[in-house]
Structure formats: structure tokens, C-alpha cells
């Protein structure tokens, strides 16, 4: 599974902005997708994940009602739309695909996309 994250960029707090998450590969439509965001000096964490078939949606406490996750598999692509952002989401956002459910522990996880900046200035 190939995977190429975008849609990041510069907004102001309050403001929104939507990720998009392109896949690729034999089985794309059998697995899970999952986004992780990493700030300077911190760990990588999970966002948000969904299933293959969107049965199956979680979400990080810190980003629960704010952002939303979808997946259109016509296109092969995961979106995390991210609303009501804050400083303190400032990162670079990852996609990473899992088998069939998601999975919040970055170290599982083999297929990675290349991140995305976003920067949500106070």
C-alpha cells in the first residue's frame, strides 16, 4: 500500500482545513487508514482512524468533535477534516494504513505517507 498525504498548510486558530490521504496498492480497499500527527519533541500520536468499510471510526480524546474522518473508496482516499483548530494542533499529520480496523500504536503500523505541515497560528 502506497500512501501520499496533503492539504496541510498555514491557518489561523478557529479556522479549518482538510487533510486528504491517497492510497494506492493491490488491496488498498481491505484496510484501515489512519491518521498521526507529531509536533517538534513530541512523540508521534494517533488522530484518527477509520475501517476499510467506515464501520469502524476512532478518535483521540484531544481531537474528538473537532475533526472528522471519511473515506470516499471510489477515489481511494481518506479525508480528515479538521475544524475549530488550535495552536496546540500544530504538527506534521501522517496517514498510515492497518489491516482491516484501526490501530493507534504508530509502531504496528508498515505503510506510511509522507507527512504534511500544518501550522494553526494563535
Known amino acids: 500500500v502506497q500512501l501520499q498525504a496533503s492539504g496541510g498548510g498555514l491557518v489561523q486558530a478557529g479556522g479549518s482545513l482538510r487533510l486528504s490521504c491517497a492510497a494506492s496498492?493491490?488491496?488498498?480497499?481491505?484496510?484501515?487508514t489512519n491518521w498521526f500527527r507529531q509536533a517538534p519533541g513530541k512523540e508521534r500520536e494517533f488522530v484518527a482512524g477509520?475501517?476499510?468499510?467506515?464501520?469502524?471510526?476512532e478518535y483521540s480524546d484531544s481531537v474528538k468533535g473537532r475533526f472528522t474522518i471519511s473515506r470516499d473508496n471510489a477515489k481511494n482516499t481518506v479525508y480528515l477534516q479538521m475544524n475549530s483548530l488550535k495552536p496546540g494542533d500544530t504538527a506534521v499529520y501522517y496517514c498510515?494504513?492497518?489491516?482491516?480496523?484501526?490501530?493507534?500504536?504508530?509502531?504496528?503500523?508498515?505503510?506510511w505517507g509522507k507527512g504534511t505541515q500544518v501550522t494553526v497560528s494563535s
Open positions: 498510515a494504513a492497518s489491516p482491516r480496523v484501526p490501530n493507534r500504536t504508530p509502531g504496528d503500523l508498515d505503510y
Open positions: 496498492g493491490e488491496t488498498v480497499n481491505t484496510y484501515a
Open positions: 477509520t475501517s476499510w468499510n467506515g464501520r469502524y471510526i
